[in-house]
Each structure stands twice: as structure tokens, then as C-alpha cells.
């Protein structure tokens, strides 16, 4: 059993939880996700790693309540405990085997749209440890569901928040936000990290394309199981077939093919769509056993 040690309310609907799992936060880096269960019975639910403690043992997890699972992961209390709680899963963000002194040449600018500003934190935190300056954008319809700014202020240069609305900071949205940087106040980046809706990775990526800077997206927000094996995250990433949760979760995202992704994330949802994508994908329709009958 996996302890909760700490919750907090970020927003509406979306919750912060520090838990007791010892070999997970050992070897677990930023990028990488875990698969929570909450009894035997439970769903497995896919969460990126938002933080960790080494020596405490602890590992940091931030979800939104979008269905039955996470529901009840938002009815737990502090001492309340997962039933399973696996990982480190999913590739390491590429900037923890890139060289410090390479990093130190590159101006990076991280892009964090709603819940994905969860896994966009521990990046930011990593390259502030390295000594490495980077921006961060934080970004959200409105400024209730802005999270983690002042966590994020404590380890980026500049933490700029943009809001649909113009609730709190700057007045649009994300992409908004980076011609403004380029345009208006002369910033030159030469790497975007973008973590978010999978539409909102869509056009930060085709504004970077369009700007000429490499860019970088998490496709965990459309994994199911975690393993590969259920088809789910399969996607087109130039003109290779990769699976978000053993590929992934990070991809070049000039490459990846998001209107593919979100097509076949709807037809997943229900029975006759997973039917058609097992008949449509054959053999690559899995990337791990490929023996699933889900």
C-alpha cells in the first residue's frame, strides 16, 4: 500500500498528492510517469510525475478529476493509501543526458497549458539545479485554473501566465503569449518544451514550425494502460508508428501527427471504435504483447 502524506486542492477539480513510494522516487526523472490503482479493482490511471523526494521516499502526483477513477483518488484524505502506485515508467525527459554545458548555450522556453504545467515543473526544477536559466509560459482559460504558478516562479527566469480571458495576466492564449515574446520583446529561443492539451500542443507546434524552433510535446494525455498494450497511444511520429508510454511520453512535435492522435483517441472511447482500429492497425495496433483483447 502507497501512503498519501500530503493534498491539496490547486484548482476546481484538480488535486496535488505526495505519496509514499520509496523505490519509485529512487530512480524516478522528470518526464517519466506512474500507473495508480486505488484497490485491486481500480482503473489504471496514468499520472506524469510532477516532483519527488529521494530522501523522503515521496513522490508528488497532480490529476484532474475527468472520470469515475479520479473521483474517488479526490476522495482520499492524508493517510489514506493507493493500492498500487508503479514506476518509473516512460522515457526520461532528453535533457537529463544532455550535456550542463550544452544546455547552458540554449535558450529554452517551457510551455505549460493547464494540468500539464504538473509535468512541466520538475523539468524547469531540473535545469535550475544545473544552473541553467529557462522562461516559462503557464497557461489556462481563466485564472482559477492557473496552478503552481509560485512553485514555477521559484525555479524559472521568467514565469509569464496567460489566460483566455485575460483573468490574470497576459490577455490570450499560449501561443499568444509566445508572439509576444518573439515579436514584441525580441526573446530568441532555441528549444520549446510544450505540456498540455493535445490541442494545444497542435498549435504551439505549428507556431515553433513556423518560428523555426525545435520543439518538444508529452502525448500522455492520450495513454490508457501505461504498457503498450492496449493500443490506445499509438500514433504517427514522422513516418514511424510509435506508442506514447513506451516511446514516450516525449516526442518532436514538428513530427507527431496530432489530428491522427485525436481522431483515434474519440474512436478508442467506445467498443465499436477499438474494434475498428484493432481491424484498421493489425499487427502495429499494439506496442507491447500485442496479445490485449481490450
Given at each position: 500500500m502507497y501512503k498519501i502524506t500530503r493534498k491539496e486542492a490547486l484548482a476546481?477539480?484538480?488535486?496535488?498528492?505526495?505519496?509514499v513510494a520509496p523505490r519509485v522516487a529512487k530512480s524516478c526523472n522528470p518526464g517519466q510517469f506512474v500507473i495508480v490503482k486505488l484497490d485491486e479493482k481500480g482503473e489504471r490511471i496514468p499520472l506524469t510525475i510532477c516532483d519527488f523526494d529521494r530522501e523522503a521516499g515521496t513522490v508528488t502526483i497532480v490529476f484532474q478529476t475527468v472520470g469515475a477513477s479520479t473521483k474517488m483518488f479526490a476522495e482520499l484524505e492524508v493517510g489514506d493509501s493507493f493500492r498500487d502506485f508503479t514506476g518509473?515508467?516512460?522515457?526520461?525527459?532528453?535533457?537529463?543526458?544532455?550535456?550542463?554545458?550544452?544546455?547552458?548555450?540554449?535558450?529554452?522556453?517551457?510551455?505549460?497549458?493547464?494540468?500539464g504545467t504538473a509535468p512541466v515543473y520538475p523539468q524547469v526544477k531540473f535545469m535550475k539545479s544545473i544552473g541553467c536559466d529557462v522562461d516559462c509560459i503557464i497557461g489556462a482559460r481563466n485564472k482559477s485554473?492557473?496552478?503552481?504558478?509560485?512553485?514555477?516562479?521559484?525555479?524559472?527566469?521568467?514565469?509569464?501566465?496567460?489566460?483566455?480571458?485575460?483573468?490574470?495576466?497576459?490577455?490570450?492564449?499560449?501561443?499568444?503569449?509566445?508572439?509576444?515574446?518573439?515579436?514584441?520583446?525580441?526573446k530568441k529561443y532555441d528549444l520549446v518544451i510544450a505540456i498540455g492539451p493535445v490541442i494545444m500542443m497542435k498549435f504551439v507546434s505549428i507556431?515553433?514550425?513556423?518560428?523555426?524552433?525545435?520543439?518538444?510535446?508529452?502525448?500522455?494525455?492520450?495513454?490508457?494502460?501505461?504498457?503498450?498494450?492496449?493500443?490506445?497511444?499509438?500514433?504517427?511520429?514522422?513516418?514511424?508508428?510509435?506508442?506514447?508510454?513506451?516511446?514516450?511520453?516525449?516526442?518532436?512535435?514538428?513530427?507527431?501527427?496530432?489530428?491522427?492522435?485525436?481522431k483515434r483517441a474519440r474512436m478508442y472511447k467506445t467498443e465499436e471504435g477499438r474494434a475498428q482500429l484493432r481491424e484498421i492497425e493489425g499487427a502495429t495496433h499494439h506496442g507491447g504483447c500485442g496479445h490485449c483483447n481490450d
Open positions: 476546481e477539480n484538480i488535486y496535488l498528492m505526495d505519496v518509473p515508467l516512460g522515457c526520461k525527459s532528453e535533457l537529463i543526458d544532455t550535456p550542463v554545458e550544452e544546455l547552458k548555450k540554449k535558450n529554452i522556453l517551457f510551455v505549460a497549458g493547464g494540468v485554473l492557473i496552478i503552481l504558478e509560485d512553485w514555477m516562479k521559484k525555479v524559472a527566469k521568467n514565469t509569464y501566465v496567460a489566460t483566455d480571458d485575460g483573468s490574470y495576466g497576459f490577455k490570450g492564449n499560449v501561443n499568444d503569449k509566445i508572439k509576444d515574446l518573439v515579436n514584441n520583446e525580441g507556431l515553433t514550425k513556423e518560428l523555426g524552433i525545435p520543439t518538444i510535446v508529452s502525448m500522455n494525455p492520450i495513454m490508457v494502460d501505461g504498457t503498450g498494450m492496449c493500443g490506445a497511444c499509438r500514433l504517427t511520429v514522422g513516418n514511424e508508428i510509435k506508442f506514447a508510454c513506451v516511446d514516450g511520453p516525449e516526442f518532436d512535435g514538428h513530427l507527431v501527427n496530432f489530428d491522427e492522435a485525436m
